[in-house]
């Protein structure tokens, strides 16, 4: 599958070399797949109608859906593009998995190309639909919040409360040592968005996470 990277700078996906960048080729016309990564794909999305040819048109996502760059209608949206983002929790490294985003009405075959192209680069694939958030910042984020307003409340110490969860549930590391090391307020960015988005209080993001926002603004 040949493909081409358009890169708009600041990718939280890839934010260095990769061999997803390795496989690309140059020329966006001779590819039969675009992927375009960074923090300005908006700024493509009027050359999405001339993509349609592709076999696939890649866009990386922040929180949004991908029918901000697509648009939707009557629940039957969905062409050859689809989106994605490698999960990332906060200012750690990019992990291996894409989560890639359909619509109802997404080709088959797109969807199958593009996981020929990431997998092909060593990478492991969830398709979700359309959903700000997609899988694992909706599942995760209300947990992250819920210790964070346990430690508030002094349910225990940042230290046991970690070492309980580890123990208790097998996890690599606790969720406040896990937020305080990825950057708490990255941690706010996400459940800001999610809770403008849906409005649940679960996602409402926790005090300790919008003082280290407040804290980073006035740095």
């Known amino acids: ?24 080729g140059k020329a966006v016309g001779d590819a039969d797949a675009v992927i375009v990564i960074g923090a300005k794909i908006g700024e493509h999305a009027a050359s999405l109608p001339r993509w349609k040819e592709k076999t696939a048109v890649l866009l990386e996502l922040g929180t949004e859906c991908l029918g901000v760059y697509t648009g939707e209608s009557r629940g039957e949206e969905g062409s050859n593009v689809l989106g994605f983002a490698r999960f990332r929790l906060g200012d750690g490294e990019p992990s291996k ?4 985003v359909r619509q109802p009405r997404t080709s088959e075959t797109a969807l199958a190309a593009a996981k020929l192209i990431f997998e092909g680069a060593g990478l492991q694939v969830a398709v979700c639909g359309d959903f700000a958030g997609r899988i694992i910042d909706r599942l995760v984020r209300p947990y992250y919040n819920a210790a964070l307003r346990r430690l508030d409340e002094g349910l225990a110490t940042a230290d046991d409360l970690d070492t309980t969860l580890k123990l208790g549930l097998g996890y690599p590391e606790g969720p406040i040592a896990l937020l305080e090391r990825t950057g708490l307020a990255r941690h706010f960015d996400v459940t800001q968005a999610l809770f403008e988005a849906y409005g649940e209080p679960a996602y ?9 926002k407040q804290r980073k603004s006035k740095a």
């Not at 998995?97 to 890639?100: A, G, N, S, V």
């Not at 409402?204 to 280290?212: F, M, T």
Request: aromatic letters at 6%; hydrophobic letters at 45%; a positive charge.
């Open 97 to 100: 998995l894409i989560e890639l």
């Open 204 to 212: 409402a993001p926790a005090r300790r996470a919008r003082v280290a």
């Open 1 to 24: 599958m040949r493909y081409a990277i358009i890169d708009t700078g600041s990718s939280r996906s890839f934010p260095g070399d990769h061999a997803l960048h390795s496989g690309a």
